[in-house]
């Protein structure tokens, strides 16, 4: 198995064949890479410069943000010399409602950020640092003591100068080592190997440096039993530690994104929800998305649908205010069509579907285009859904037959005026048709955006199962494995098949909340016969079972199912 570093890059004084074999990616792509490992290649190898570049989508949230609100409110903001005081933007943060900002956006960061109650922008430093798996549990202690700084110490006099800025808390990896150097002498070389070897976490290094910072402490003046407390503090750290110019450079994003938020929610939002569309696909997206969705109502940004008159390509800002879908956010409307779509309706809003069928015959819109578009309600001010989606294939056979009937001989289609405004007449039976009902447009919704936009079809249900459950899906990933729960949800997807063993029916589930926040159930055999007569989709269910963590992701061992009753 060979696979590629997802960031790292090897920089070289000459071309890099001098050094390390190369080849092309083992997936077939076009990428050079080295045949040797990331650590074979670095500073204990060849010795070549490796970096690692983070390509992060909240950058690109920043810029379109700022590009918004210059179109938008005609301000140019410079984050250069942007003050780090602002109190929305604390608030903000206080408040736990950071959907959007980045490294705070997780159940348990959030709570944290809540009881911290940030003022500075070293809040926000020290928490990235600590939210980690070794400092971790020094979390409530720091928060303690910003809360009340009565409670301050530090582990060994000296060290204030070191950690007065995380109120004597261990926090940053330059914290281990000016404490390695102060308490117990190290060079800044030995300091290095120190913390590379409770990197590495190889147990003959690790008993190897504990005898020398015992040593060093030693001749310091500090007691052996000190010595030995003052190991055991810092040795978790080392390994897992963020260095403080990696934390403030995080807290810098995450304070802008904050700020950014705070201060223009309809930019920053618009600008949210153009990088979640162009993100990944599948069910992740669209979580996100709906995420988002939900963060746009509680902040009372209101969302518009997509509208082929209204619509770009992507999230735009209309009226100052609202936010408009944008056609690109529409399942089967492909880029070719956008870009067809977007330069007929220079010339003019389309008038109707005939309309829009005559100037766009021809082009890139096929009809699974043209389904999706009427279907996801960009069409809606044509007429019904349910006779657009009746009649296209007529108007669009119609509109072919004129247009070969010019080119044979009595000119081009769209060769004059009259021509562009053909209209085909639809039978007026269809004028007495019902339209879809609400909850099936909020189905399209679900098939071609992929998330719920304007409503939620089973909403008072949902709201209705805060009665009877233990844990909301937003807390899961804080809880432990194997922790008995009960979640409740709409059922997003079923997916039965037969065990290999006993030849036995069971299932995987996915269930939603109205926020588009979803956690996968497996149902085993037993349980799937007890309750598949409630396994429907859309149906809305409460879950009881146990929490199993798969690739840190957490999934429910379902062990009861019922169905939530209408009344």
């Known amino acids: 198995h060979a696979s590629v570093h997802a960031a790292g890059v090897v920089i070289a004084d000459k071309p890099l064949t001098e050094y390390v074999p190369i080849q092309k990616e083992p997936s077939g792509g076009e990428r050079i890479v080295t045949q040797y490992d990331m650590y074979t290649v670095g500073e204990d190898g060849v010795g070549l410069l490796k970096m690692d570049f983070l390509g992060l989508r909240n950058l690109t949230i920043i810029e379109e943000a700022l590009k918004f609100i210059k179109i938008n409110r005609g301000i140019e903001i410079n984050l250069s010399t942007l003050v780090l005081d602002d109190k929305k933007t604390y608030q903000l943060l206080s408040s736990g409602e950071t959907t959007g900002i980045f490294q705070f956006e997780s159940p348990g960061m959030r709570r944290y950020i809540k009881e911290l109650q940030p003022t500075t922008i070293f809040d926000l430093q020290a928490m990235n ?14 928060i303690k003591r910003k809360n009340n700084p009565k409670l301050i110490t530090y582990p060994y006099p000296g060290l204030e100068d070191i950690l007065k800025e995380s109120y004597g808390v261990l926090t940053f990896q330059d914290d281990v080592l000016l404490t390695v150097i102060k308490l117990a002498g190290y060079s800044w070389l030995d300091v290095d190997k120190f913390r590379k070897a409770m990197g590495k976490k190889i ?15 030693i001749k310091n003046g500090i ?12 040795a978790p750290f080392a390994g897992y530690g963020f260095n403080k110019a990696h934390a403030a450079c995080y807290a810098m994003i995450a304070y802008r994104t904050a700020y950014l938020k705070a201060n223009y929610p309809v930019e920053f939002m618009t600008a949210l929800l153009t990088a979640e569309s162009r993100g990944t696909t599948g069910p992740a997206k669209n979580e996100k998305i709906s995420q988002a969705v939900a963060e746009c109502k509680r902040l009372g940004v209101k969302l518009l649908p997509p509208d082929i ?6 999230f735009t800002i209309e009226d100052k205010e609202n936010v408009r879908f944008g056609l690109s956010a529409i399942k089967n409307v492909g880029t070719a069509a956008i870009s067809s779509i977007l330069i007929e309706k220079e010339k003019g809003d389309f008038k109707s579907l005939e309309d829009f069928c005559n100037r766009l015959e021809g082009a890139a819109v096929n009809k699974k285009t043209l389904e999706s578009l009427i279907k996801a309600g960009a069409m809606d001010k044509f007429g019904k859904r349910v006779v657009m989606l009746s009649t296209f294939p007529e108007i669009v056979e119609s509109v072919a037959k004129i247009r070969k009937q010019k080119t044979d001989g009595q000119g081009s289609l769209f060769g004059d005026e009259e021509s562009k405004h053909t209209e085909i007449k639809v039978s007026k039976k269809w004028d007495q048709v019902e339209d879809f009902t609400q909850n099936e447009k909020l189905s399209f919704e679900k098939e071609l955006l992929g998330i719920y936009l304007t409503s939620h079809p089973q909403e008072q249900y949902i709201t209705k199962l805060k ?3 233990t844990h909301e899906l937003e807390i899961l990933s804080d809880e432990k494995d194997g922790t008995l729960i009960v979640v409740g949800g709409m059922i997003d997807r079923v997916k ?15 269930i939603s909340n109205e926020r588009g926040l979803t ?39 379902v062990s009861r199912i019922k169905k939530m009753e209408a009344n």
């Open 203 to 217: 147990p003959a290094e690790m008993k190897k440096q504990e005898e020398l910072f015992i040593k060093g402490c």
């Open 129 to 142: 640092a600590l939210y980690r798996p070794g400092p971790m549990a020094n979390i409530p202690e720091f």
């Open 519 to 557: 956690v996968e159930c497996i149902v085993f055999p037993r349980t799937f016969a007890e309750n598949k007569n409630d396994l429907i989709k859309d149906k809305i269910v409460i879950v009881e079972g146990k929490l199993d963590f798969k690739d840190e992701r957490p999934i429910i061992i």
């Open 309 to 314: 008159n209204k619509s770009g390509s992507d």
């Open 467 to 469: 009665n009877y459950i």
């Open 496 to 510: 039965k098949f037969m065990t290999r063993k006993s030849n036995q029916e069971m299932a995987f589930l996915a």
């Open 223 to 234: 007691t052996e039993k000190d010595a030995k407390r003052l190991f055991d503090l810092i």
